[in-house]
């Protein structure tokens, strides 16, 4: 599926989270921006956050048991 829902741009170097591909370097935490990788995030509202320090920080993590996402580049 094209395209990347940041950047618009279709490109063969992908990672699939949140249900939708996306380029590598535009999976980003919402609020950090730090690129994200298999494992180091979650999905809130529809929208990725890096599990440390930002859903840590930010959200009942308790609330959030079991929404970690994969995908890697």
Same mark, same amino acid.
């Given at each position: 599926?094209?395209?990347?829902?940041v950047c618009l741009v279709?490109?063969a170097e992908q990672v699939? /989270?949140?249900?939708?591909?996306?380029?590598?370097?535009?999976?980003?935490?919402?609020?950090?921006?730090?690129?994200?990788?298999?494992? /180091?995030?979650?999905?809130?509202?529809?929208?990725?956050?890096?599990?440390?320090?930002? /859903?840590?920080?930010?959200?009942?993590?308790?609330?959030?048991?079991?929404?970690?996402?994969?995908?890697?580049?």
């Amino acid at each position: 599926e094209c395209p990347c829902p940041v950047c618009l741009v279709c490109v063969a170097e992908q990672v699939t /989270s949140l249900g939708k591909n996306w380029h590598c370097p535009c999976l980003k935490c919402e609020k950090c921006e730090k690129m994200l990788t298999l494992g /180091s995030h979650i999905e809130h509202e529809g929208k990725p956050y890096c599990n440390h320090p930002c /859903s840590a920080t930010m959200f009942d993590p308790k609330a959030l048991a079991g929404e970690h996402i994969g995908g890697t580049c």
